[in-house]
């Protein structure tokens, strides 16, 4: 199979690939951040928000999980954005991005709000049949996060910082200093999606840092770049910044009632069987503690 090259900042030729199967919600950041960089290097790609049988009793619900170019499933955002032909993020990078994603925990502060969001962000499959089968199912995943986060929260006795605004000081003072209008430069790169990502994941179910973000004095570099960011991959279909920020660039489609409706069907299927949904989540557990 042929596949597109690319030259490195340093020099080495990376090769890209053709097509990319896709796995994830687009509420997840590490999600949006292979999305954003598959928009920018312009590669093909599929996303299914259920998880084939195989990787689900492999990995349980591990996402975003890529197949590239038909080769095996890879899970691990940064690894699978660097191959897609990007340098890897430095792993000083990579910690001011795991310090902004703390606002996550915030995401079922209410449990019906939570459901709320993703049942209004619906699989974007072209064929009807196959979108209402996978909102009907990926009720599952939805109730597995909310119990991840709830339960992790209390397990690691999280308390929320005085001011959200502070975790982002870092990342605005590495755009004042860019040498480009991005994080990585004149292009967007690895630190770029990644921290996209993060911001998209607050925006999709507002948490308490988005507040911070939009009205921080401080922060304005990262106001301006999000607007940049937004431009750039204006049209890829997933950004929910776009309605919290200055940005004339479409927003993330609102499920029809339709499909709404068939997420919560699925919901109440999953309560009604409930014994079995929580054997099916201690296992999705225990397969990602496993990879």
Known sequence: MRHRRRVSRKGEVQERPEFVSLYGFDHSPWVQAVLVALHEAKIPY???????????????????????????WRLDSEKIIHELGYEAITDENLKLVYDAWVGVLHRP??????????????????????????????GFAAIYFCCLIRIGRKRIGYKPPENFGDQFLE????????DGQFLDGETPGSFDFLFFGILQCHSSIPVPPLASLQSDARLQNIRDWITRMEDRVSGYGHSYTAKYFDTACPSRRTATLIEQGTFWMGLLFYSIVLPVTALAIIFAYQKARQG
């Open 46 to 72: 599929d996303l299914t928000t259920l998880p084939p049988s195989k990787l689900f009793f492999s990995s349980g619900i591990m996402m975003p999980a890529a197949k590239i170019d038909g080769r095996d």
């Open 109 to 138: 502060d209410s449990i019906l709000g939570f459901f709320k969001a993703f049942s209004r962000s619906s699989d974007e499959h072209s064929n009807f049949f196959v979108r209402f089968f996978r909102n009907f199912f990926r």
């Open 171 to 178: 990342i605005n003072r590495i755009l004042e200093g860019s």
